[in-house]
């Protein structure tokens, strides 16, 4: 009898677990199910989309046809409430269950609000989805005044993206933006310069006290008193894991769900993998959480060789140097997609 695998999530992480489930698995029912209405598709060409850079077909990873060939199932566009695993069902939001055997959890992340954040939070867009892009996409063009909040490295690369487009843009630079990675007192100062020799306006070492509309258009007062209207305002303080749906389900959730160096979570036949897991690394003693492409790649195809019987410890990709405006910034989550193995 052929197992029934359930992926929750459709990015690098869901989608390289899937094929390899098919690979070592010829005839087992793989199901991958997203809450977005979009195949898999390429997140981090979404600023360049945004410029008018990237055409709208290569923002696309893979097309139905190659699940259908493959015969994985995709089911686009629903959202997953609950898990109940003592009866081994995925809850939809719709009220429909989804039975499995195994299941792989690869939610993904999605933007970080801080708390100083949340009353203003109508104002604030965020570059997280298809279908958020989609949504303010013209607005962009329209734009010529941008206020961004927080500068993590998204937030760079739109900000760059913005003055190539001729776009003025003030940046209230958040140290802690690029949580859960910290930055060190020289490193902002670096950046701070850096984004200022090249058009950037920066308010370093300040925060948001109010945002409120005037004549149809936001308008930012800081704690020091800056005030300044903006045709659009962004908010980039990093990502957190999509874990509300496991809550209460029995899972081990810190921040992401907690999985040991084997991608197992604390249920049997469940493991998670991406940015949604917080992974055991045994030479810290502590739980990790790692972001970016080439990381959810390796990561969600050891969960499905360790979800078939394997013993395989994850590993990190490796390490990485993101260059903002010659600055250079250490990390293992951001690559250049175009040159990625998918």
């Known amino acids: 009898m052929s197992s029934h695998y359930v992926i929750l999530g459709n990015g690098p992480a869901g989608n390289r677990a899937a094929l390899t489930l098919r690979e070592h698995d010829p005839e087992g029912d793989i199901t991958i199910i997203s809450d977005e209405n979009i195949e898999f598709y390429y997140k981090p060409r979404l600023t360049g989309y945004l410029a008018g850079k990237v055409a709208q077909e290569r923002l696309k990873v893979r097309d139905f046809k190659f699940y259908e060939d493959k015969g994985i199932r995709l089911r686009l566009g629903q959202k997953v409430s609950a898990l109940d695993l003592d009866q081994n069902q995925v809850l939809l939001d719709h009220c429909e269950t989804v039975g499995f055997d195994r299941l792989i959890i690869a939610a993904g992340s999605t933007e970080r609000l801080l708390p100083s954040l949340a009353p203003f939070k109508e104002h604030l867009k965020f570059i997280t989805s298809y279908k958020a892009v989609m949504a303010f996409k013209d607005q962009i063009q329209q734009a010529n005044e941008f206020f961004l909040l927080g500068g ?73 008193g800056i005030e300044q209207a903006a045709d659009l305002v962004f908010s980039f303080n990093g990502l957190i894991p999509r874990v509300d749906f496991a809550k209460g389900s029995g899972l081990d959730i810190d921040r ?87």
């Open 256 to 342: 992401g769900i907690l999985v040991n160096e084997f991608l197992q979570t604390n249920v049997e036949h469940v493991y998670a993998c991406g940015s949604c897991a917080q992974i055991y690394h045994p030479g810290i003693k502590a739980y990790i959480t790692s972001m970016g492409w080439p990381n959810a790649d390796i990561q969600g195809k050891t969960a499905a060789l360790n979800l078939l019987g394997e013993s395989r410890r994850v590993e990190s990709a490796p390490r990485k140097y993101f260059d903002l405006e010659g600055v250079q910034i250490k990390t293992a989550w951001w690559d250049d997609i175009d040159s990625f193995d998918i």
């Open 152 to 224: 993590d490295l998204v937030g760079f690369r739109f900000s760059s993206m913005l003055r190539s487009m001729g776009k003025r843009v003030t940046m209230l630079l958040f140290p802690d933006a690029f949580w859960p990675f910290n930055l060190t007192d020289e490193m902002l100062k670096n950046i701070e310069a850096s984004l200022s020799n090249t058009g950037t306006k920066v308010i370093p070492r300040d925060a948001l006290a109010h945002v409120e509309t005037r004549d149809g258009k936001p308008w930012i007062t800081t704690r020091a």
